[in-house]
């Protein structure tokens, strides 16, 4: 029966803490979330959507423009004609005094001199950028939503060792009253011990405060109220594999950015093109039906058809403007070449940050156990007499200073490592 009771006690306990696992969020759970309600990304969404737009705008100018126009003219006289018949003079009417005319007419440009073709390719150039910002976008909002993430974790961590401060100078406030009911210590050591307690209990508000802080900053990012519940899992992204020279490699080819300032530049290109090719000649048919009320005239409706040539052979602004695009392009490049140093550093940078991180964990990870067994020891000796109580609380600061520089050590390998896969635009 008792057996029965235990396995019945451990289940129930395994789905609690299945469940309360379930319930947690996780890194990518918050992406998600973010990505579909983050009214930068929304807006990022939008700019493409325009763009896409703007590219069937322009891949228009191929197809047939029909443009109807009707209109009512009253003259003040009856339009007439004077001629000399048989050496006398004779007028007639060549038209209403009041008439309608209306006309339907049809454009196809033949030959733009590549005008058309050059548009269509700068704005598809310019909607790849889009794309690109677009990317970046997300990039940009995970990589906040990771740090918010971490940030919450690491306020839940000092929340924890802050806790067992108090904890712990609690326990010690006890075994000084008890000594000191023994008339073993003086009051000075419950006065410093008590004092010590205060100022724990302190830094605990302080950092509840934090905690309450990050957690909203977080709830904002992923546009929620702030005063939701969170619960984070502590699991994040692996670290990349690859030498230094090879991550910087990859990231000059994954890095949005870079991509999106040299589809800038390739749109501002092609504008200059169709600039130029603007002063060429445009050819274009026209044809439709035209229609003048005129009783003095045989064919009221007439059908028609013509093909149009027009050269600007020359136009003062034209050229001005398709160099200054052109300098828009070279300054676009040069962006880029600066880009592509400032990718550099921050890859070598979020790279050595990891391995510091590292090393730090490794040494703090000592440290603590060295810090415990220092307290440990410090307390007996204190209650034996041998130590002070000064030492005892130096000890405790020194654990709880290790136990802080661990989590440190821990959350700042884990931002190292989202920032380098930010940096390489892999994130």
């Known amino acids: ?99 309608v005319k209306a006309q339907a007419i049809a454009s196809v440009p033949i030959f733009t001199s590549g005008r058309i073709s050059h548009s269509i390719d700068a704005a598809e150039a310019s909607l790849q950028a889009v794309q690109s910002n677009e990317i970046t976008s997300v990039l940009n909002i995970k990589m906040q939503v990771a740090e918010a993430y971490v940030t919450v974790l690491r306020k839940e961590s000092a929340l924890q060792v802050a806790q067992s401060h108090v904890d712990m100078l609690g326990q010690h406030m006890k075994d000084v009253n008890n000594l000191f009911d023994q008339g073993v210590v003086a009051r000075n050591d419950v006065l410093a011990a008590n004092v010590e307690l205060v100022n724990a209990q302190q830094l605990v508000v302080q950092a509840n405060n934090q905690l309450d802080v990050a957690r909203a900053h977080y709830n904002r990012l992923l546009d929620r109220n702030l005063a939701n519940a969170v619960k984070l899992v502590h699991q994040f992204p692996n670290v990349p594999k690859e030498t230094l020279s090879d991550l910087s490699s990859n990231a000059l080819k994954m890095r949005p950015e870079l991509a999106a300032l040299a589809q800038q530049t390739e749109s501002l290109e092609q504008q200059a093109e169709s600039a130029k090719a603007d002063l060429l000649p445009q050819v274009a048919v026209n044809g439709g039906y035209q229609y003048q009320e005129n009783r003095y005239q045989a064919f009221q409706g007439m059908w028609m058809a013509n093909v149009g040539v027009e050269w600007k052979i020359f136009d003062g602004s034209s050229r001005h403007r398709s160099d200054t695009i052109t300098r828009q392009a070279i300054s676009l490049k040069e962006q880029r070449d600066d880009l592509t140093t400032m990718i550099g550093l921050e890859v070598r940078q979020a790279w050595l940050d990891f391995q510091e991180t590292q090393k730090r964990i490794t040494v703090t990870q000592q440290a603590i156990a060295q810090a415990d067994e220092n307290l440990k020891v410090t307390a007996d000796r204190y209650q034996q007499g041998l130590s002070t109580n000064t030492d005892v609380l130096k000890a405790e600061d020194l654990r709880t200073t290790t136990h802080g520089n661990f989590n440190d050590a821990n959350y700042d390998a884990a931002l190292a490592v989202l920032h380098l896969r930010r940096a390489i635009g892999i994130l």
């Open 1 to 99: 029966m008792n057996n029965n009771c235990l396995i019945a006690g451990l289940m129930s306990v395994l789905i609690i803490l299945t469940a309360t696992e379930a319930s947690a969020e996780t890194l990518e759970d918050a992406w998600s979330i973010a990505i579909e309600n983050n009214h930068q990304i929304k807006s990022a969404k939008a700019d493409t959507s325009a763009s896409e737009q703007q590219l069937n705008s322009v891949k228009g100018q191929r197809l047939p423009s029909l443009n109807v126009s009707s209109g009512y003219t009253q003259f003040s006289e009856t339009p007439t004609a004077k001629t000399q018949i048989d050496g006398q003079t004779a007028q007639f009417n060549t038209s209403q005094a009041g008439s």
